[in-house]
Each structure stands twice: as structure tokens, then as C-alpha cells.
């Protein structure tokens, strides 16, 4: 597996202003070495044109896993990480084609807004303390929004059900308003923010009922999961090995004592934010009258032909697919 591919872009300068900070960085940024990760730049034309560019290459097959857009706002005191993108045009000059549209959606029939798929958690961490770095409601509705909202619609409607690729638009102040070196550390920060996940280490069990049906319990409202599938399970805490944790974990959300007998699956799945590393362990029968859901909405008993029938999340599905297409595992002997 190859190093991350991070694509940083920026644009040439407009209108009354004689040059573009976001310019000046991406060219900058070409001549350092950045060993954790592979950089690609790209100067994007103040243009329509140029807000469709990175949403062709990556309809086009180009791989990326962190895309980072900067901009110039002159009128901004902080740096600013903007945290949506509008689905309007509501420009009040021309951009450099000459183009100015007043009203209108960006892209018909989708969505009015898109939010960044950045690790915002991990970026508030970083910056917590930092006053010259904030988020933004407003992207403005000139290229900059444009640009981000393509890029965003493109990585959210081609992501088939994983995680789209982490992204983000950050305005840049004037480089009197905050210096340039100032300016390409918090760049760079957030590139780190975006590539370097911390490993969750969780364990899940794989629960049959008599009739050799897979256990499958459904994430609570108001989780970041609400509404998708999961094995029952969770972290492993300092101290424990997965057996442990895993019957600790069953106690608490299914009110059940299970001593787990043996490994199944294990599997590491990258989401925007972290990396799963998760072992599934076989726990035999259990009947469902013994089972109580502490923190689950729900609960199926699945079959080899039905274990698709549900939305699982990203990190079970593999382990799913694998099982649907050549069995489920089975009992050990002696519980046969």
C-alpha cells in the first residue's frame, strides 16, 4: 500500500487583487518534502472550468485521499475552514471568463447543502487553543463555493456506501492579517488532521440463535450511526484482551454472560476519522429470550441468504460479504 495522496488547490488571482496567497502556497508547497504523504497541486482557473476540475478527475479515476481547496478572502481576519457548501450562485462580480451568474443552483436536482467531510473532531483538537484559526458557516457564493460544492457532491455520490474522501476549503487571510509561514503551518496541520488516523482496537461477537441465525443489533437514535447494523460489542480497554472485552461489552448491551470461544475474523477498515481494527469471536447460542438491548433501537436474527438484507456498518460489511458468499462458520465441536 502506497503513501496518501493529498491533493492541495489553489487559484491564480481576480479581480482587483494582484495575487492569490492560495497561489503562492500550492507553489511553495511543490518544493518541500513531504515524506508521510504524496502531494499533488493543482491551479485552478477562476472559472467554471475550474470548479469542475477536481470533480472530473476524480470521476475520471484519480485517487485521492485527502483533498484540501484554499482560497483567498481578503476581508477575513482568521483563517477559515469552512465547514458547508451551498448549492446557489448569488455572485456579485465577474469571474475570470467573465462569467456572473446572480441566482441559480450550482448543480440541479441535488442537494442544498453539503457539509465537509473532513475529521472535524480531530481538526478541533488540533486547533482548540488557536484563535487565528475558526470554522465558517460561509463560503461566500462565488467560485470558491462553487468549487466546493462540486468536489463535495462528487465525493459524497461516488463513495458507494464507504466513507467519501476527507475534504475540506480553507480561506486564507491577506498575508498582513497573518503571516505567510503562519498560514502554511495550519495548512500543513490540517493535511496531519486528515491523514493520520488514530487504531481503535474492538472486538464484536458473532451470536447464533437455534436455528443458526447471525445476531445483528441496530445503532440508537441520536448516535453517529443511527440507524445502521452492527455486530454487538466495542472497545477494548486498556488491560483486557478481546475475550475479556468482549464479554465485558456483551454484559453491558445485552445484559448477557458469554465467555467468548474463539476468533473468527479479523479485519482493519479506514474511516474519515480513524482506523478500526476489529476481531469478531464466535460466542455459540444464545436464546433470544435471554437477551435484553441496553443500547441498541433493535434486534435481527439473520440467515446466510438475509445477512445483506440490512445496512451494516463499513468495518462489518466485508466480514458479511465474505460470509454470504461462502458460509457462515460454524460451532466448534464440542457445542455441536
Known amino acids: 500500500m502506497g503513501l496518501p495522496i493529498v491533493l492541495v488547490t489553489g487559484y491564480p488571482k481576480f479581480s482587483i487583487y494582484n495575487e492569490n496567497v492560495s497561489e503562492k502556497m500550492i507553489q511553495f508547497m511543490r518544493n518541500r518534502d ?46 477559515s475552514l469552512e465547514r458547508y457548501a451551498y448549492n446557489e450562485y448569488k455572485m456579485t462580480e465577474n469571474d475570470n471568463s467573465g462569467r456572473c451568474i446572480t441566482s441559480g443552483q450550482i448543480i440541479q436536482n441535488d442537494v442544498d447543502i453539503y457539509e465537509t467531510t473532513a475529521p472535524m473532531n480531530i481538526i478541533n483538537q488540533k486547533f482548540l487553543d488557536q484563535k487565528n484559526v475558526s470554522w ?38 491577506n498575508e498582513k492579517k497573518i503571516n505567510f509561514m503562519k498560514q502554511l503551518e495550519v495548512v500543513e496541520s490540517i493535511i496531519d ?85 476489529l476481531t469478531i469471536l464466535n460466542c455459540g447460542i444464545i436464546s433470544e429470550d435471554e437477551i435484553t438491548l441496553v443500547e441498541h433501537d433493535d434486534m435481527k436474527w439473520l440467515s446466510r441468504e438475509e445477512l445483506l438484507d440490512v445496512k451494516w456498518l463499513p468495518a462489518d460489511l466485508p466480514i458479511l460479504e465474505k460470509w454470504f458468499n461462502e458460509g457462515l462458520p460454524s460451532l466448534p465441536q464440542d457445542l455441536m
Not at 447471525?214 to 450511526?225: I, T
Open 136 to 173: 465558517s458557516d460561509d463560503p461566500g457564493r462565488f467560485i470558491c463555493n462553487e468549487t466546493y460544492f462540486t468536489t463535495l457532491s462528487t465525493v459524497s455520490n461516488m463513495s458507494m456506501g464507504n466513507q467519501p474522501i476527507p475534504t475540506i476549503f480553507i480561506h486564507l487571510p
Open 34 to 79: 513531504y515524506g508521510p504523504f504524496e502531494l499533488h497541486t493543482l491551479l485552478l482557473p477562476v472559472t467554471e472550468e475550474g470548479s469542475n476540475l477536481t470533480a472530473k478527475k476524480i470521476i475520471n479515476g484519480q485517487k485521492f485521499d485527502a483533498i484540501i481547496h484554499l482560497g483567498l478572502s481578503n476581508s477575513r481576519e482568521n483563517i
Open 193 to 277: 488532521c486528515m491523514i493520520a488516523k488514530p487504531k481503535l482496537f474492538v472486538v464484536g461477537g458473532l451470536i447464533f440463535d437455534k436455528q443458526g441465525r447471525v445476531l445483528s443489533c441496530k445503532r440508537p437514535k441520536g448516535d453517529q450511526w443511527s440507524g445502521w447494523w452492527e455486530f454487538p460489542g466495542g472497545k477494548i480497554d486498556l488491560g483486557e484482551n478481546p475475550y475479556q472485552a468482549l464479554t465485558r461489552e456483551l454484559s453491558e448491551e445485552l445484559n448477557v454472560h458469554v465467555i467468548p470461544i474463539q476468533i473468527e475474523e479479523n479485519v482493519v477498515f479506514d474511516y474519515i476519522d480513524k482506523q478500526i481494527d
